[in-house]
């Protein structure tokens, strides 16, 4: 007698034996081997402010390492408003830039930043003002956003590739600013790759409309007639997948008939949810949508109202899984904002370098800077997920071009904050002095769930910060 073929159970393969429809791809990743719930996934943001410390000359920068132990720490005056989120931050302390190319140290800061790559001299296309005199072109390499963005797996904020035709969320990144600039190598940050930017929204309006067409809140009321549609196809499939998960238990080994009830499991758990109307991804049942900004004017006078506008509209996003991978900058190298509401009447890069001790009048706008963080922190901490809050489920770094306002590219002051769903633990003060920060980035790619020890070009296979994770 002829001896029945025993079939492999892949996930892959049991979706093409039963010719799964497309329409439920998107739920597949409730197909896990546990036949438990899908996890709150990662988020990632990128945070940006201008210039480095407060310094009165090469040699007198304010001390902004925080005081106290590993675990048990006070931020130094200029992050005084994060003391309240202490317990779900990290100080990287005493980071190193890893930057360097054309133009002078705001121009490769720049375009090193999130990248550990180096700014090109001008090339076809691309021919900037870096200071001093000095030309550049673009940067050489992606930054950490967009590696993370592309990259896919259970341990990656996404799980399928970036040209699966069913993505998990309708942006695979999102670029926000504040006042950025116009396009030259000083004001652009994010980069695809090798010459390739990425340019923010800078409109918080035209940002709110573009994120937040289609998006229905969790319990928001009727639901829309396309969504419907889809949702009562997906149960179709499911409900003939359920009787036909019996035909192919016959064709399988006994030993795959765990993982054929963990299929079973995952369906069940698809079919409760779209039981539901309307349809809520767990991740996203923090989902609101926050007020629509007013036609507001960029001017000097509307910065702090833009960036609140525009730290609502990521805290949404993230809430509402439009998105998982997003940068928020705010102003650019050399920025040339005045901060009037703290008193002063002089642009903060002027401020910098116009020959007097400005370290008070640059502390207190490097306070503000943090009070803003703060609000960030708060908005995100204030969304329940799980047992946690949006916040846990995030990671946040917070970074800047330069070291201290005098140029100088070490001890750069970077923050994390989030605890990116258990991969890292927060609530430490960690003493990194020297080390290249293009490990900082690549600890960022391996939290994220990406496989590397390398990122940008200055550093090849620097490896991550020892004990950070």
């Given at each position: 007698?002829?001896?029945?073929?025993?079939?492999?159970?892949?996930?892959?393969?049991?979706?093409?034996?039963?010719?799964?429809?497309?329409?439920?791809?998107?739920?597949?990743?409730?197909?896990?081997?546990?036949?438990?719930?899908?996890?709150?996934?990662?988020?990632?943001?990128?945070?940006?402010?201008?210039?480095?410390?407060?310094?009165?000359?090469?040699?007198?920068?304010?001390?902004?390492?925080?005081?106290?132990?590993?675990?048990?720490?006070?931020?130094?005056?200029?992050?005084?408003?994060?003391?309240?989120?202490?317990?779900?931050?990290?100080?990287?302390?005493?980071?190193?830039?890893?930057?360097?190319?054309?133009?002078?140290?705001?121009?490769?800061?720049?375009?090193?930043?999130?990248t550990a790559s180096t700014l090109h001299e001008p090339h076809a296309g691309a021919d900037f003002d870096g200071g001093n005199g000095h030309r550049t072109g673009w940067?050489?390499?992606?930054?950490?956003?967009?590696?993370?963005?592309?990259?896919?797996?259970?341990?990656?904020?996404?799980?399928?590739?970036?040209?699966?035709?069913?993505?998990?969320?309708?942006?695979?990144?999102?670029?926000?600013?504040?006042?950025?600039?116009?396009?030259?190598?000083?004001?652009?940050?994010?980069?695809?790759?090798?010459?390739?930017?990425?340019?923010?929204?800078?409109?918080?309006?035209?940002?709110?409309?573009?994120?937040?067409?289609?998006?229905?809140?969790?319990?928001?009321?009727?639901?829309?007639?396309?969504?419907?549609?889809?949702?009562?196809?997906?149960?179709?499939?499911?409900?003939?997948?359920?009787?036909?998960?019996?035909?192919?238990?016959?064709?399988?080994?006994?030993?795959?008939?765990?993982?054929?009830?963990?299929?079973?499991?995952?369906?069940?758990?698809?079919?409760?949810?779209?039981?539901?109307?309307?349809?809520?991804?767990?991740?996203?049942?923090?989902?609101?949508?926050?007020?629509?900004?007013?036609?507001?004017?960029?001017?000097?006078?509307?910065?702090?109202?833009?960036?609140?506008?525009?730290?609502?509209?990521?805290?949404?996003?993230?809430?509402?899984?439009?998105?998982?991978?997003?940068?928020?900058?705010?102003?650019?190298?050399?920025?040339?904002?005045?901060?009037?509401?703290?008193?002063?009447?002089?642009?903060?890069?002027t401020m910098s370098h116009d020959n007097t001790d400005r370290r008070a009048d640059l502390s207190a706008i490097d306070k503000w800077y943090s009070g803003h963080f703060?609000?960030?922190?708060?908005?995100?901490?204030?969304?329940?997920?799980?047992?946690?809050?949006?916040?846990?489920?995030?990671?946040?770094?917070?970074?800047?071009?330069?070291?201290?306002?005098?140029?100088?590219?070490?001890?750069?002051?970077?923050?994390?904050?989030?605890?990116?769903?258990?991969?890292?633990?927060?609530?430490?003060?960690?003493?990194?002095?020297?080390?290249?920060?293009?490990?900082?980035?690549?600890?960022?790619?391996?939290?994220?769930?990406?496989?590397?020890?390398?990122?940008?070009?200055?550093?090849?296979n620097s490896g991550p910060l020892p004990g950070l994770v």
């Amino acid at each position: 007698m002829r001896q029945r073929r025993r079939v492999g159970l892949s996930r892959r393969k049991l979706l093409q034996t039963l010719g799964v429809s497309t329409v439920l791809s998107p739920l597949i990743p409730l197909l896990n081997a546990s036949g438990q719930e899908a996890a709150r996934p990662k988020r990632l943001l990128l945070f940006f402010t201008p210039d480095g410390v407060p310094s009165k000359d090469w040699n007198t920068t304010v001390d902004w390492r925080p005081k106290g132990t590993e675990t048990d720490f006070t931020f130094s005056e200029i992050h005084s408003p994060l003391q309240p989120f202490m317990a779900k931050m990290v100080v990287p302390w005493g980071l190193t830039m890893t930057a360097g190319g054309a133009g002078e140290q705001h121009a490769y800061g720049m375009a090193g930043l999130w990248t550990a790559s180096t700014l090109h001299e001008p090339h076809a296309g691309a021919d900037f003002d870096g200071g001093n005199g000095h030309r550049t072109g673009w940067g050489s390499g992606p930054s950490i956003d967009q590696i993370v963005a592309r990259a896919y797996g259970p341990a990656a904020p996404y799980r399928v590739p970036p040209d699966d035709p069913n993505q998990e969320t309708p942006y695979r990144s999102l670029e926000l600013g504040v006042q950025t600039g116009g396009v030259t190598s000083l004001t652009r940050m994010i980069y695809a790759g090798d010459k390739q930017p990425l340019h923010p929204e800078t409109n918080p309006r035209a940002a709110f409309d573009r994120i937040f067409a289609g998006v229905d809140p969790s319990g928001s009321g009727s639901e829309d007639p396309a969504a419907a549609r889809t949702r009562l196809e997906r149960q179709a499939v499911v409900d003939r997948l359920k009787g036909d998960l019996t035909r192919i238990r016959t064709r399988i080994g006994s030993e795959e008939h765990q993982k054929l009830d963990a299929h079973l499991e995952g369906l069940l758990a698809i079919e409760r949810r779209l039981s539901t109307t309307p349809t809520a991804m767990e991740p996203a049942l923090g989902c609101t949508i926050p007020e629509r900004p007013g036609d507001t004017r960029a001017s000097n006078a509307n910065y702090p109202d833009q960036i609140r506008q525009m730290m609502d509209i990521v805290a949404h996003a993230l809430a509402c899984d439009v998105t998982r991978v997003a940068s928020l900058q705010l102003s650019y190298g050399f920025s040339g904002v005045t901060h009037t509401w703290l008193g002063h009447n002089t642009t903060h890069h002027t401020m910098s370098h116009d020959n007097t001790d400005r370290r008070a009048d640059l502390s207190a706008i490097d306070k503000w800077y943090s009070g803003h963080f703060a609000y960030l922190l708060e908005k995100l901490d204030s969304v329940p997920e799980g047992d946690g809050t949006l916040l846990d489920n995030t990671l946040i770094v917070w970074g800047r071009e330069l070291g201290s306002t005098v140029h100088r590219m070490d001890r750069v002051p970077f923050l994390m904050a989030g605890g990116a769903a258990g991969a890292l633990r927060t609530g430490r003060n960690l003493n990194f002095d020297k080390q290249p920060h293009a490990k900082l980035l690549v600890s960022v790619a391996q939290i994220m769930g990406v496989e590397t020890n390398s990122v940008g070009n200055r550093e090849p296979n620097s490896g991550p910060l020892p004990g950070l994770v």
